[in-house]
């Protein structure tokens, strides 16, 4: 089965792409919140250089830029509409000013050196027929040794029981959350083809890109977050 890319899903309107993912991930604002309190923890005070890998729509600079401002960004997307999403919300605010974000790929990023990474529900969309782990390697590749990587995404083995009850929940879930029932259904369908792996897989995926000290910090139905260390 050919993997669901991000554009390939039915989304009625970009530029309500932050309302439908705070409908959708169950505990989105906590995802933001977390890393945010993980990398004041980790980095040193004064100047970092944050890789966000998957920027598109901006909301991890958002979220992570108005309160340090020692803090720059990178991002990267493969998707030109979703980069242009991010450029427009975060034209004119504070954390705008410290950030670029490009159409590219992580493969084809020439900035290295970077003091810590995200990829929050971006990893998920690339296949694990080689492709997955190229791409952990190419993160891993742009990050200082010991830099930590924030990394969420969906997860599971399509079929198995706990994964099908979790994708019921989530469903139902959105509806709870605001979404509308035929979007949550369309949502649910799509998500049956998206190239999730199981935590173990995940794991040892980003073990075998060079990744250390796997730290799980958030879990959400599927979705699940880890630190990760360069
Ligand atoms: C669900 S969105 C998440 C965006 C953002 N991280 C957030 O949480 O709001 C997934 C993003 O990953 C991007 N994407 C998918 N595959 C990618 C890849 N191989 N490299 C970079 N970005 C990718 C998509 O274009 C999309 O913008």
């Not at 990398?39 to 958002?62: D, N, Q, S, T, Y």
């Amino acid at each position: 089965m050919t993997a669901l890319k991000f554009e390939d899903q039915e989304l009625p309107d970009l530029d309500n792409y932050a309302t439908l993912a705070e409908q959708f991930v169950p505990g989105r604002r906590a995802i933001f919140a977390i890393v945010e309190a993980s990398f004041l923890e980790l980095l040193p005070k004064g100047p970092a250089r944050i890789l966000v890998v998957g920027a598109g729509g901006g909301e991890e600079i958002l979220r992570l830029g108005p309160d340090n401002p020692g803090w720059s960004f990178v991002g990267v997307d493969t998707h030109r509409p979703m980069v242009d999403l991010a450029l427009r919300r975060l034209d004119g605010t504070p954390a705008g000013s410290r950030s670029q974000v490009e159409e590219t790929a992580v493969e084809n990023l020439e900035q290295r050196d970077f003091d810590a990474a995200t990829c929050i529900l971006t990893a998920h969309f690339v296949p694990d027929d080689g492709a997955k782990l190229a791409f952990f390697k190419a993160i891993h590749a742009r990050m200082k040794p010991g830099a930590p990587l924030a990394i969420f995404d969906g997860t599971g083995v399509p079929g198995e029981p706990e994964t099908e009850l979790l994708r019921r929940i989530w469903k139902r879930h959105a509806v709870r959350n605001g979404a509308a029932e035929e979007a949550a259904k369309a949502n649910a369908e799509a998500f049956k083809k998206v190239a999730v792996v199981s935590s173990e897989r995940q794991e040892d995926l980003l073990r075998s890109a060079g990744f250390e000290r796997l730290t799980p910090i958030f879990r959400g139905l599927s979705v699940m977050g880890w630190l990760a260390f360069a």
